[in-house]
């Protein structure tokens, strides 16, 4: 008994992802299908967030907090609202948002580097 409530704290102390299956930006945006009916609020917009689509009505959850959102106003901004709700997430205190976007913009640059490595081989 006593050691269960020793190993809750520490998992929320690093801050370990609820569900790690959702990790992945693409993972999350697979989940929004036909029944997402916000029209005005784009699918990529809410998977970078951190959220993904329970399949149910507007309900989006937090893949790293679990935390719940729902009833979405055309105003919302979903990385606003989820920092709103759940300020203490590890997916917002630790940035994870930010590295999704660096990966994007940093692979253009990054392939320039391959040829040094091919004569180092000759
Ligand atoms: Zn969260």
Redesign the pocket.
Known sequence: MLSNKVTTTQLQYKMLPKRPEFEEYTVRLNTFNEKWQVDFLKPELVARA??WYIGEEDRVR??????GLRRWEPKDDPLKE?KRL?PT????TMKLYERETDNHEGKATQTFGSEGNQKSKL
Do not use: A, K, S, V
Request: net charge neutral; hydrophobic share 35%; aromatic share 28%.
């Open positions: 951190g959220l937090c893949y790293f907090c679990g935390g989820h759940f997430c590890g997916f917002l």
